[in-house]
């Protein structure tokens, strides 16, 4: 809370022949240190308002900063703490059991390929797909010339190409 001084203070002051100058840090601190004495984990800017001070002293911790051999005890298990954190990650982050399982994606194939049999769907065989990859390929190589001789213009500059889609027929269009 800031200090503050009523003109009628200021008029009793300046009569009484006192100097009134803002002290620096008179406001007080806003926030503050605060350690853990067991562990020795220190909490940095901590608010110190009367609700959080009386909060942060009823869980225990102490305010301004740890001993160094506090500090040091802290820094000390850091690696034990990060090697748990790590083990806890690696658990979530993992793949699930049934993924790990050998041959599951042919197990999964398997039973996707009976339902479809059951329901009567066909099934395109291993030459059928390499047929269609080949022609699917072979619409994509398409012959590129990579240099023009000097003073010639490629077609592709001088003419706009359209796409032979179906457009819809503007009246017609309801």
Same mark, same amino acid.
């Given at each position: 809370?800031?200090?503050?001084?009523?003109?009628?203070? $200021? =008029?009793?002051?300046? !009569?009484?022949?006192?100097?009134?100058?803002?002290?620096?840090?008179?406001?007080? !601190?806003?926030?503050?240190? +605060?350690? *853990?004495?067991?562990?020795?984990? %220190?909490?940095?800017?901590?608010?110190?308002?009367?609700?959080?001070?009386?909060?942060?002293?009823?869980?225990? @911790?102490?305010?301004? /900063?740890?001993?160094?051999?506090?500090?040091?005890?802290?820094?000390?298990?850091?690696?034990?703490?990060?090697?748990? *954190?790590?083990?806890?990650?690696?658990?979530? @982050?993992? $793949?699930?059991?049934?993924?790990?399982?050998?041959? +599951?994606?042919? =197990?999964?194939?398997?039973?996707?390929?009976?339902?479809? %049999?059951? @329901?009567?769907?066909?099934?395109?065989?291993?030459?059928?797909?390499?047929?269609?990859?080949?022609?699917?390929? !072979?619409?994509?190589?398409? /012959?590129?010339?990579?240099? @023009? /001789?000097?003073? %010639?213009?490629? %077609?592709?500059?001088?003419?706009?190409?359209?796409?032979?889609?179906?457009?819809?027929?503007?009246?017609?269009?309801?």
């Amino acid at each position: 809370m800031p200090i503050t001084v009523t003109d009628q203070e $200021k =008029a009793e002051l300046a !009569a009484a022949g006192t100097l009134v100058r803002p002290l620096a840090g008179a406001d007080g !601190a806003v926030s503050t240190v +605060f350690h *853990n004495p067991k562990t020795g984990q %220190e909490f940095v800017n901590l608010p110190i308002d009367p609700y959080h001070l009386g909060r942060h002293l009823r869980r225990g @911790l102490v305010m301004g /900063p740890a001993s160094p051999e506090l500090r040091e005890k802290w820094e000390a298990g850091e690696a034990e703490r990060q090697a748990a *954190n790590d083990a806890l990650m690696a658990e979530h @982050l993992g $793949k699930s059991p049934v993924e790990e399982t050998p041959r +599951f994606s042919d =197990a999964v194939a398997a039973a996707v390929t009976q339902v479809l %049999e059951k @329901l009567g769907v066909e099934i395109p065989s291993e030459k059928q797909e390499a047929w269609e990859e080949g022609k699917e390929g !072979a619409e994509e190589l398409a /012959p590129i010339q990579l240099e @023009l /001789p000097f003073g %010639e213009t490629s %077609e592709s500059e001088t003419k706009h190409v359209v796409s032979q889609s179906p457009r819809p027929n503007a009246s017609s269009v309801e």
